[in-house]
């Protein structure tokens, strides 16, 4: 009976080992992934194809209803539309949010801009309803004035000044009006009085973000007096913030970090402590920070602390020497990570470069993204008449992403070129070079070109005719950044000559080129609600996001590992439904992170180019969010409203300057140690759901 009930144990286990296998075995080959639990609410399959039609229509008055719509996710998802969405009279709203007091609507109304009139009356209500100062001041922060500074001011020793919303705030309007000695010695004292890190964060984002010098010397040493007295490691933001405000703090900070083993886990305070060198003396203190950052396992730390000490170091001191007899012959390192010690150590003997020439070509060879760097090395290191003769091989051999990044090099170049050796044959040479890159007929190359044209030493009115030839292979939707840049330089140089060109392209009535060209000054109609349509976006799939579940997860395997995005189905289903569709047709397979911004973002995603500039074929409307931009979020990017594509970002920190720009669908769950080792290049091999 004992043997009956093993053997029957025994089946029974192999039995559900089978399952889970032959499960596994589906979710990796391929198969539709469904959630064990759709999402219950039906809206999103009965109420939001409704509301995503007036959305498309970018109708305010068709939103409006769903604003008051029973359901609390219907009407919020409402709110979100409405934040991107143009407003003729924008008081009914302002009651609305005012009656309904959630985060989404506040959010929303903060994304339109308000008459003087309405801010005095947002301001009158901020002392008479004391409950809705959270709300107000997320609204004031983004859209107010000087009047509505010092109203914010006036509450700074009330209980609102433990909300993260009134902080930032005020760190938005400082940015923008100044304030006095004293008030700023007051908001610092408010930060180190908060008891939560993001209220702290809020407060000095404004002198984190804003100008070098913004604060008082009689400030700074507040901040120095009350950093000292609440002590290293107690808050990273604090010890991060403090750290780029008052880079004189560096090696004190590295020294302390280093001594506790917890650098190496503290990757944003690294490179904001290697970016701290940039603007100091390397004297014996420093050159130790510098030490220690460059042993840092994070190559992007290694790569700033390069950059900050380049032409800093003395040949045969100790930095030169690590660097030349540890980081240049490591053959094992980053290839982004090599390049910067070529450069700093050819800062100090430019022979070097030259030593290692084959090994650049390899380098790049192996990774093109890292171009950008070799260009920079040549930059430095060769006279100006070797390093056109370089940008002219690039453009003839006519690779597009090494042409790209060649005219943005060409660019700096210009820029920094000493106007007595501007002569008549470089310019000859750079115009040359320029008229033959746009010949090419490529989206990348024609918009980095742009700031070339801009150059009035270089190009005259009367090459118009030859500039405008480069629009005439390009067409939309698909190119709406070559015709934003060009619809720019037009109207900065050559507006007369330019409005026919401007005024065919306004009878496309493609609605994002012509909010664009509007804003830039050019007289163009905007078209109303009705006529604007929407057609040109695609239409989610909203039974697939039933099934998808209200939270499911999508896992990239990149060449670091693995990272892993819960989504947000209910806050942008038209992205999840792309990213859904996209991701089970195989189309981001090895595509690169083709952007890498140290300590702010990772980019990747063009499943067409693979350079930037390339999307899915298709668009998306933007689906902004309340929840906001911080570390580990992942959004879309966009050239302008409505312009999203295939193109997917995650965030290093939190950069609250994104928000209600651009579309949030989930924040990664795992693997944010994967997104701060991505480096430029660097592949997603595979995606999965989960």
Do not use: C
Not at 263 to 270: C, F, N, T, Y
Not at 420 to 440: H, P, S
Not at 573 to 601: C, K
Not at 637 to 644: C, K, P, Q, Y
Request: no cysteine.
């Amino acid at each position: 009976m004992r043997y009956i009930r093993l053997r029957a144990w025994i089946l029974f286990a192999v039995l559900v080992i089978t399952v889970i296998l032959m499960l596994k075995w589906s979710s990796e080959s391929g198969e539709t992934y469904i959630s064990a639990s759709p999402i219950v609410d039906t809206t999103i399959t009965n109420t939001y194809p409704g509301l995503y039609e007036a959305l498309y229509r970018r109708d305010a008055g068709d939103i409006r209803p769903y604003l008051s719509h029973e359901s609390d996710t219907v009407r919020n998802q409402a709110w979100r539309a409405l934040a991107t969405t143009p407003v003729d009279s924008l008081a009914p709203f302002i009651e609305l949010a005012a009656q309904q007091g959630t985060d989404t609507g506040w959010f929303a109304l903060s994304t339109h801009e308000m008459s003087g009139q309405q801010l005095r009356a947002l301001e009158q209500r901020w002392e008479e309803q004391p409950e809705q100062r959270a709300g107000i001041a997320r609204v004031l922060g983004r859209q107010g004035d000087r009047q509505s500074l010092n109203i914010l001011l006036s509450s700074l020793e009330e209980d609102i000044t433990e909300n993260e919303h009134y902080a930032l705030a005020l760190s938005r309007l400082i940015m923008r009006h100044e304030i006095t000695e004293d008030i700023q010695i007051k908001i610092l004292q408010k930060a180190f009085g908060a008891n939560r890190d993001n209220v702290r964060q809020a407060y000095l984002y404004g002198w984190y973000r804003g100008p070098e010098n913004a604060l008082t010397s009689p400030a700074k040493d507040t901040l120095l007096s009350r950093w000292r007295e609440q002590g290293l490691g107690i808050s990273r933001v604090l010890d991060q913030y403090g750290s780029k405000i008052l880079p004189e703090r560096t090696y004190t900070v590295t020294n302390f970090y280093n001594g506790e083993r917890d650098l190496e886990h503290r990757v944003q305070l690294a490179i904001e402590l290697a970016k701290s060198l940039d603007k100091l003396d390397m004297n014996s203190d420093n050159a130790l920070a510098a030490r220690i950052l460059l042993v840092h396992p994070n190559a992007h730390v290694k790569k700033q602390t390069l950059q900050s000490i380049a032409g800093k170091m003395k040949k045969g001191g100790n930095l030169h020497s690590y660097i030349t007899g540890s980081m240049i012959p490591d053959t094992l390192s980053s290839g982004g990570v090599w390049l910067e010690a070529l450069r700093a150590a050819g800062s100090v003997d430019s022979s070097i470069v030259r030593e290692h020439a084959d090994r650049i070509e390899r380098v790049v060879e192996s990774n093109p993204y890292l171009m950008p760097r070799k260009l920079a090395l040549y930059r430095s290191m060769q006279s100006a008449d070797e390093y056109l003769q370089e940008v002219r091989k690039i453009v003839d051999r006519g690779d597009t992403l090494f042409v790209m990044y060649a005219m943005k090099s060409l660019t700096d170049f210009w820029e920094d070129l000493p106007e007595q050796e501007k002569t008549g044959e470089r310019i000859r040479q750079l115009r040359e070079i320029t008229f033959d890159a746009l010949d090419l007929r490529d989206r990348g190359v024609a918009y980095l070109t742009g700031p070339l044209l801009e150059q009035e030493d270089l190009f005259r009115s009367d090459d118009f005719e030859r500039i405008n030839r480069a629009l005439e292979d390009f067409s939309l939707p698909g190119d709406i950044e070559v015709y934003q840049q060009f619809g720019a330089l037009y109207k900065e140089r050559f507006e007369q000559q330019a409005q026919p060109v401007i005024d065919s392209l306004a009878d496309l009535q493609y609605a994002p080129l012509n909010r664009f060209l509007d804003d830039t000054g050019w007289q163009v109609e905007v078209e109303t609600p009705e006529k604007e349509g929407g057609t040109y976006l695609r239409t989610p799939d909203w039974e697939r996001l039933w099934e998808l579940g209200a939270h499911p997860e999508w896992t990239l395997y990149t060449e670091k590992g693995n990272i892993v995005i819960r989504m947000d189905p209910l806050k942008a289903p038209a992205t999840v439904s792309a990213i859904d569709s996209l991701s089970r047709t195989g189309a981001y397979e090895n595509v690169p992170f083709h952007r890498v911004v140290p300590d702010f973002v990772i980019q990747g995603g063009d499943i067409e180019r693979r350079d930037g500039f390339g999307g899915p074929g298709f668009m998306l409307p933007t689906e902004t969010a309340e929840s906001g931009f911080v570390r580990g979020t992942a959004g879309i990017a966009s050239a302008g409203r409505d312009t999203e594509g295939s193109q997917y970002f995650m965030m290093h920190q939190w950069s609250p300057h994104l928000n209600g720009r651009y579309t949030r669908f989930g924040k990664v769950v795992e693997g944010m140690d994967v997104v701060d080792r991505i480096e430029v290049g660097d592949k997603v091999l595979s995606t999965s759901w989960y």
